[in-house]
């Protein structure tokens, strides 16, 4: 065979996640290498593919590669379709905002022949198309990578950070694709299908963990990678998840090291004693302490709770429909449509996946907003029904670290939902890509959580959004 110039496959599919679809389709042939005697042949791409979906990760006997001009074609091939594809979104505007305005028509539907793309982006449509099992040895091949940097020891901060933003993304495109078809099977058999990538997430977060606490990374090249993602949803979900957990991250150095658990100790009856009395009005006011707004007082959260708080906000959106944008904190938008997210995720995630319970109770509680009207979530009917039951029962406290004091109706909220909310109110603000108002400034979108969600309105919670203020501060500054 003449020398060719190649690329590995495996690299490129790593850096295009598409690319093997867009392979696939345009019937490519790849360069088989043997691996102890060297010897090169051409095969069918398909062939390998209908064989094994992730064959092209094993690489014990044969290296696989591609035609480099084959490779640079399908790259400038998949870069020109993600063009079109946001194109059509931005010429697509008006028909969505129409159809959205259409009340009582249940879920708005969207001509998809018109539409190319969804509001998930063209790389997610094609993972939806892929079989389950390409989607974890995708994410497989990105949390490899994760956990190679994580060996290194000094690591590359741009690296890193393309390295997070990618697996992230794979995570949450994995997911929700693959969630959202287990609600159509029964509980263990969608248990059975959603196993492997509710274990591969496990690995991911874990590595994703061990990174970010490293902060060896860049993050204004996290945001400036995600931004340049295409599809708003899931550049919301990766942005809010790698946020949120620099975000716990940061809230339990400040608990275990920085002292922070003494200082609003001593500010909160001037600062935080009033906000905290509205929410626990039929409390003696002796009573509306620190430890009655954190159950048990502030505390250090451990590594399994970490994970699993992580998990939750990488997954907290996973029932969010295609076409559809999404108004958190913001008015004027179908209520029914906006609601039925969080049932639907917290449902995927509680009865279709083996994941814990408590990344189920974020993505049910992400939106309660301390029981404002404004607010809406999984349980208010619930509480509202076992509280009728149990007319003796109340809720003392205002947020517990644990689900068992939540599910026991003695507390208003879930920590890490609570957290969430902030990075989540926020990201919806700051977004450069929502359709519906021009983004905030940092600034400004911080002023306005002040004012709406927590002097005007009781939603946000006061002490974690003084942390989210410092967090914010020392983000830009590093
Ligand atoms: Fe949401
Ligand atoms: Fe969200």
Redesign the pocket.
């Known amino acids: 065979m003449a020398s060719v110039k190649v690329v590995p496959l495996k690299e490129f599919i790593n850096r295009h996640p598409t690319g093997l679809r867009q392979l696939l389709q345009q019937r490519e042939n790849i360069v088989c290498r043997n691996k102890q005697s060297g010897r090169l042949k051409q095969v069918q791409l398909r062939a390998l593919y209908q064989n094994n979906p992730t064959f092209w990760q094993k690489e014990d006997t044969w290296q696989y590669y591609l035609d480099r001009a084959v490779a640079e074609s399908t790259a400038e091939a998949i870069r020109l379709q993600r063009e079109t594809s946001s194109a059509w979104q931005s010429a697509g505007k008006g028909e969505i905002e129409e159809l959205e305005a259409v009340p009582g028509d249940g879920p708005a539907e969207t001509d998809t022949s018109a539409k190319p793309a969804s509001n998930f982006g063209e790389i997610y449509d094609a993972y939806k198309e892929m079989p389950a099992p390409e989607r974890v040895g995708l994410l497989q091949a990105t949390t490899r990578k994760l956990e190679e940097l994580a060996q290194e020891e000094t690591k590359d901060e741009d690296a890193v950070a393309e390295a997070l933003v990618q697996a992230s993304e794979n995570a949450t495109m994995a997911n929700r694709a693959t969630l959202l078809e287990a609600l159509r099977l029964g509980g263990d058999q969608a248990k059975a299908y959603t196993q492997e990538i509710v274990k591969e997430t496990h690995r991911m977060v874990r590595s994703t963990i061990k990174l970010v606490d490293s902060a060896v990374y860049n993050d204004d090249l996290v945001k400036a990678v995600v931004e340049k993602s295409n599809g708003t949803v899931i550049q919301?979900?990766t942005r809010?998840f790698l946020s949120g957990l620099e975000f716990l991250l940061y809230y339990n150095r400040q608990v275990m090291t920085k002292g922070i658990a003494n200082r609003i100790r001593i500010r909160f009856p001037r600062d935080y004693k009033e906000y905290y009395r509205s929410l626990l009005p039929h409390l003696h006011e002796d009573y509306i302490t620190l430890e009655h707004g954190l159950y048990g007082g502030m505390k250090a959260l451990n590594e399994v709770e970490i994970n699993k708080f992580a998990t939750g906000f990488l997954v907290?959106?996973v029932g969010?429909a295609e076409d559809i944008e999404?108004h958190?904190g913001d008015e004027g938008y179908d209520r029914s449509t906006v609601e039925r997210h969080v049932k639907l995720g917290y449902r995927a995630v509680m009865e279709k996946t083996s994941y814990p319970r408590e990344a189920a109770l974020i993505t049910g509680y992400?939106h309660e907003y301390y029981g404002h009207p404004n607010g809406y979530g999984y349980f208010r009917e619930f509480l509202a029904e076992y509280k009728k039951a149990n007319p003796q029962v109340s809720q003392d406290y205002v947020m517990a670290y644990t689900m068992e004091p939540l599910i026991d109706y003695e507390v208003l909220a879930y920590f890490p939902a609570k957290m969430?909310e902030i990075v989540?109110v926020f990201?919806?603000l700051t977004d450069p890509n929502r359709k519906y108002r021009s983004p905030l400034s940092e600034e400004e979108a911080l002023e306005l959580i002040e004012t709406q969600f927590i002097v005007e309105n009781h939603k946000v919670d006061p002490i974690l959004f003084r942390l989210f203020l410092d967090f914010q501060e020392d983000r830009n500054t590093r």
Do not use: F, R
Request: cysteine-free; overall charge negative.
């Open positions: 919301h979900m809010v907290h959106d969010k999404y958190e992400h969430l989540d990201d919806s």
